[in-house]
């Protein structure tokens, strides 16, 4: 980040690449700690919560097919029905359990490297002790801009399955109408929640780094991406891919191969921890960077100061600046 910040804006996604490489290579102490104590640990979370979702749910499926062929009003039905109500439960409360663990990781995960970079960028003193210090405040504001994008998300699915319901219904009388209006659908779909996705993890970065959170950081993520949509889609598309192929590898591997012996599905797990922890810091890094080329392209110049200030403020530095002294004065190309 020793780019002068009117450079900043023409970055493209080479460009971020080799930034994020960059970053990483300096400053491999401070991010080796948060990739280890953080970043290992949430991959590690999402991976096991993997496996053993598989081997409750297969416990699951075998009981229901020893439901169905048990005879009716039979000691051995009664208790394949008990025995499926308490699966079940487990199943539903794992995945509560899991899914409380994975988001308070992933904010405190963002939280750790966006507070790394932007100090990194300001030259300003920095430990994993102060980081981890200033995370848990940091969470706070990460949290109510995670809800305001659930709300937004879950909205959008149910539009989504409504509009679908309403097409099949529309052309179901016609095969191949259903089958283009299907098409049509996921395409627009996928770029509409790829669209959110990048509002929400900008939206992140900036609710670190701005006094703006939840749906004013959304909206302030939203503008901020405008004119950088082709280089910031770019951007998570490539990381989003590698971290679903790596997902699949430990799924095809690991999770459903029965034929691999114990030893080798350890290794290969290792290796899909391993690079999945790589492609998480990569995606938290990148999404950093990208927010400083959106604000460069903007002409929302950082003042390095101001922003020092900021977050020196989570340490208890400075008395929290408003949003008018954070903010930078825009510039007129």
């Not at 048990?70 to 079940?88: H, N, V």
């Not at 770029?191 to 929400?200: D, E, R, S």
């Not at 034929?259 to 290796?271: E, T």
Request: hydrophobic share 55%.
């Amino acid at each position: 980040m020793d780019r002068e910040q009117e450079e900043i804006q023409f970055l493209g996604f080479f460009s971020i690449m080799n930034e994020s490489c960059n970053l990483i290579i300096r400053w491999r102490k401070i991010f080796s700690q948060i990739f280890f104590f953080l970043i290992i640990p949430l991959c590690f979370v999402y991976l096991s919560h993997i496996e053993i979702s598989q081997i409750l749910f297969t416990k699951i499926i075998n009981n229901e097919y020893m439901l169905d062929v048990a005879p009716q009003g039979t000691e051995f039905r009664t208790t394949i029905s008990k025995m499926l109500a308490s699966e079940w439960t487990i199943f539903v409360l794992f995945k509560i359990v899991y899914f409380v663990f994975f988001i308070v990781l992933a904010l405190l995960s963002t939280a750790a490297v966006v507070y790394t970079i932007a100090c990194i960028y300001t030259a300003k003193e920095i430990s994993f002790r102060n980081v981890m210090s200033v995370v848990p405040k940091v969470w706070k504001r990460l949290i109510l801009t995670f809800f305001m994008n659930f709300v937004v998300v879950f909205s959008y699915n149910i539009v989504g399955i409504a509009v679908l319901i309403l097409g099949v219904v529309v052309f179901g009388s016609i095969k191949i109408l259903v089958m283009i209006f299907v098409v049509i659908f996921l395409v627009v779909y996928l770029c509409g929640f790829l669209y959110i996705t990048i509002i929400w993890h900008i939206a992140g970065v900036v609710s670190v780094l701005e006094d703006s959170y939840g749906m004013k950081a959304l909206r302030k993520s939203q503008n901020l991406i405008k004119g950088k949509m082709g280089i910031v889609s770019a951007v998570f598309l490539v990381l989003g891919i590698s971290f679903f192929g790596v997902e699949q590898l430990f799924k095809f591997l690991v999770v459903s191969s029965d034929d691999q012996q114990l030893w080798s599905r350890i290794s290969i797990g290792i290796v899909s921890l391993i690079l999945l922890s790589i492609s998480m810091l990569f995606g938290l890094i990148g999404q950093t960077i990208a927010y400083f080329v959106c604000k460069s392209y903007h002409h929302e110049n950082i003042d390095k100061s101001m922003l020092a200030d900021h977050l020196g403020g989570y340490l208890g530095e400075y008395v929290p600046l408003k949003s008018k002294d954070v903010q930078m004065e825009r510039y007129e190309p």
